[in-house]
């Protein structure tokens, strides 16, 4: 695995053009980091698990406005967060941020939905470099 080369720069651009081209645009950083959205929105936003431990996981008691922030363009921006790289796997995080998303049918309301994902992940065959 590779960081450093560009993926949530490239992300941002793809999110931001779809944006432009009239698209409703939903872009998922899954990184520890949790700064994929930040050139979409200018900062920082807290991640699905820490927004999760909040309610001690009890998703029900979340509303999309906890977790999902709109960016540039109207493009709605999501951090999935997770464990640091190289120590664990990112699928649980993120397979709760998708869990998420269905819950609250914001899956459905999108056109696009962009996934920015780290490039040192250990669980073998979620991501590649």
């Known amino acids: ?3 450093g080369i560009g993926k949530s720069t490239t992300s941002s651009n793809l999110s931001a053009a779809f944006s432009k081209l009239g698209h409703r645009v939903l872009q998922i950083g899954c990184d520890p980091k949790h700064d994929s ?4 929105t200018k900062k920082l936003m807290p991640t699905v698990i820490d927004v999760l431990e909040t309610v001690e996981f009890h998703s029900e008691e979340l ?3 906890d977790y999902m922030f709109e960016g540039y363009n109207g493009v709605m921006c999501v951090e999935a967060g997770g464990p640091p790289a190289g120590t664990g796997c990112g699928g649980y995080v993120v397979g709760q941020t998708v869990k998420l998303l269905k819950q609250h049918h914001l899956l459905e309301e999108t056109d696009v939905v962009i996934f920015d ?3 040192d992940v250990v669980c073998g065959g979620f991501a590649m470099p």
Not at 37 to 40: D, E, I, K, S
């Open 1 to 3: 695995g590779k960081g």
């Open 37 to 40: 959205t930040f050139t979409l």
């Open 63 to 65: 509303r999309p406005e």
């Open 117 to 119: 994902v780290l490039g």
